[in-house]
T-cell receptor
Framework: DTAVSQTPKYLVTQMGNDKSIKCEQN?????MYWYKQDSKKFLKIMFS???????INETVPNRFSPKSPDKAHLNLHINSLELGDSAVYFC????????????FGSGTRLTVV | GQSLEQPSEVTAVEGAIVQINCTYQ??????LSWYQQHDGGAPTFLSY????GLEETGRFSSFLSRSDSYGYLLLQELQMKDSASYFC???????????FGAGTRLAVHP
């Protein structure tokens, strides 16, 4: 199936731990994103990569570090997890067609306890 | 900075028509998008307007007025499955950054 896939779907971890979320897209898109959706459902952009190059880096704690080994993959590593990091993290990708539609992954629900 | 305003909740009955408004303030405006998100699901792309006017896709239509910094999503012949959150989002120039509004929760009742 063509899609944006993220793993894991659920992640429960203790404060202070380090965790990673992986994202892969097989749509041939050049640009990938990480968004954070909080408990009030507000979607906020965190990072964007275009063909492995970081192009958007919003005001995000430096405990969050994205990595794009190739244009089909964008991973998110989070160090020293805090309670406030609990949220749903969405990966998305966008092609170069004219409608500018983003394709989102199914999300990773991160719970820090 | 930027801001987007949309109603937090809208309620309608099956078969009705509902309009969800969105006003925005931002620099570097490219266009306005709409996304649908069901509870527990991912946002899915509905429409994109770069130019003034109405774009129709089946039961859904989206409108943009750049001079008024205003747009709306029109949903016709509402069905129960349309119950979801609807987000307007501004596409900003430069690196094509998509900035989302806070979302409108639509509840469709029988």
């Amino acid at each position: 199936d063509t899609a944006v896939s993220q793993t894991p779907k659920y992640l429960v971890t203790q404060m202070g731990n380090d965790k990673s979320i992986k994202c892969e897209q097989n749509l041939g898109h050049d640009t990938m994103y990480w968004y954070k959706q909080d408990s009030k459902k507000f979607l906020k952009i965190m990072f964007s990569y275009n063909n492995k190059e970081l192009i958007i880096n919003e005001t995000v704690p430096n405990r969050f570090s994205p990595k794009s080994p190739d244009k089909a993959h964008l991973n998110l590593h989070i160090n020293s997890l805090e309670l406030g990091d609990s949220a749903v993290y969405f990966c998305a990708s966008r092609g170069t067609d004219s409608n500018y539609g983003y394709t989102f992954g199914s999300g990773t629900r991160l719970t820090v306890v | 900075g930027q801001s987007l305003e949309q109603p937090s909740e809208v309620t309608a009955v099956e078969g009705a028509i509902v309009q969800i408004n969105c006003t925005y303030q931002t620099s570097g405006f490219y266009g306005l998008s709409w996304y649908q998100q069901h509870d527990g699901g991912a946002p899915t792309f509905l429409s994109y307007n770069a130019l003034d006017g109405l774009e129709e896709t089946g039961r859904f239509s989206s409108f943009l007025s750049r001079s008024d910094s205003y747009g709306y999503l029109l949903l016709q012949e509402l069905q129960m499955k349309d119950s979801a959150s609807y987000f307007c989002a501004v596409l900003k120039g430069g690196y094509n950054k998509l900035i989302f509004g806070a979302g409108t929760r639509l509840a469709v009742h029988p």
